[in-house]
């Protein structure tokens, strides 16, 4: 057996499937936003005029950040736990590496496209497809050995299969299908996919952890939560995907419930450590974002008007979404490298900021110049993340500080 390399490599990417998906989610957190960023500012101001594709570029931004960025953490992270959660062998270099490939190339055709490629929306969706594939093939693989009944695996698995659907209804679109095709992915790509394997793993991995670190913390996690999470997330889905926005507090306002309940249940009482902290930190925007989703559907059935735009949809994308994964993110990569379970500055520079970041882009909805607002947003995230990204590409490409392979 061969020792593992002592310098800094990009054969290290491969030692585990976390270093390979995270870097890979990384690059393609900063290669999407900038495209956006650009593409905001372009829109804003017409001096800054850029290559277009014949896509409209927010469905691409919904695609992209939906399928393509965030999944390739969601697979690294459930490529790494999946084993663990049933007691399985760790999975081989030689299968998880397709996923990644698939991944990171249908980011950069997509973007390729987004710039004018006209090629670049089906070699991407074709790329996504296939990485995505291969994802589930190992985790379903892994499935049908289980034999501890694992819900959270389950749930998270019937996540990424409904975002495979959501992928095959942009492919039906980019093949010159109806639009109703890009807005079915969109749909499902929030409430069918991301949203579902957010609190599937909040519900798993949360109380766990306060459990490990909080003296005296009982973790809380019954699983009719799982159970009532679901079709709570597949009616908001279908309300949206019928253009039911009056309806919609029916689903969201138990949302609230549900969610504010789990914050207030898993919140630690006494002291804790940042990395611990920001975790339920960003799980306070859930209540939020399903506030803002009841009010707005309460205000369209009585105005007409949709008054909140897509505040609600940011304070869930940018807010949770964006908060966890920095959470999250930097506490595997912490643990997984060998160092020891903190915030370094890079994190909390990231987590601080993208609170902001959020904030500003709820509020652009109702701000004179939203434009101008959104790209502002779409800038803040590149300098929030910018730090904490070239610290996790350091330790990809790094041995484990404490020595031992993965």
Not at 66 to 91: I, N
Not at 289 to 315: C, D, I, N
Not at 320 to 327: E, Q, T
Not at 356 to 382: K, N, S, Y
Request: proline share 7%; with cysteine.
């Amino acid at each position: 057996m061969t020792s593992p390399p002592r310098r800094s490599s990009p054969g290290l990417l491969a030692a585990a499937p976390h270093r390979l998906m995270f870097f890979i989610g990384a690059t393609n957190l900063l290669l999407a936003m900038a495209w956006w960023a650009a593409w905001l500012a372009a829109a804003r101001w017409p001096v800054l005029a850029m290559p277009q594709s014949s896509l409209p570029a927010g469905w691409v931004h919904a695609f992209v950040m939906q399928y393509q960025m965030l999944p390739s953490f969601f697979f690294g992270f459930l490529l790494t736990t999946f084993p663990k959660w049933m007691g399985l062998p760790e999975v081989e270099r030689w299968r998880y590496v397709p996923v990644g490939l698939g991944l990171f190339g249908g980011q950069i055709a997509t973007l390729l496209g987004a710039l004018g490629w006209e090629a670049g929306m089906l070699v991407g969706t074709v790329f996504t497809a296939g990485g995505w594939l291969a994802g589930l093939w190992i985790l379903g693989s892994l499935l049908w050995r289980d034999e501890s009944a694992n819900w959270h695996a389950r749930s998270c698995f019937a996540a990424l299969a409904l975002g495979l659907v959501g992928i095959a209804a942009w492919g039906a679109f980019v093949l010159g299908g109806s639009p109703i095709w890009v807005f079915a992915s969109i749909k499902i790509g929030s409430f069918g996919l991301l949203l579902p394997v957010y609190l599937t793993v909040a519900h798993r991995m949360f109380p766990f952890f306060a459990s490990r670190i909080v003296p005296g913390y009982q973790p809380w996690r019954p699983l009719w939560i799982l159970a009532a999470l679901w079709p709570l997330c597949l009616g908001h889905l279908l309300l949206e995907l019928l253009h039911l926005y009056v309806w919609l507090w029916l689903v969201d306002l138990p949302l609230l419930g549900l969610t504010a309940t789990l914050l207030w249940r898993w919140w630690p009482r006494g002291d804790k450590p940042g990395i611990l902290a920001v975790l339920f930190l960003a799980l306070a925007w859930l209540p939020l974002a399903f506030a803002l989703y009841s009010a707005q559907s309460w205000a369209y059935a009585m105005t007409g008007v949709y008054w909140l735009g897509r505040g609600p949809a940011h304070a869930l994308f940018i807010g949770f979404f964006g908060s966890v994964l920095v959470a999250m993110v930097t506490r595997v990569t912490q643990g997984h490298s060998g160092r020891p379970l903190v915030m370094p500055a890079a994190a909390w520079f990231a987590f601080v900021a993208i609170q902001l970041v959020a904030a500003m882009r709820v509020a652009a909805e109702i701000a004179p110049d939203t434009m101008a607002w959104q790209a502002f947003a779409a800038l803040g995230w590149l300098l929030a993340f910018a730090p904490w990204v070239v610290r996790l590409g350091r330790i990809y490409l790094s041995p484990r500080a404490d020595g031992k392979p993965g």
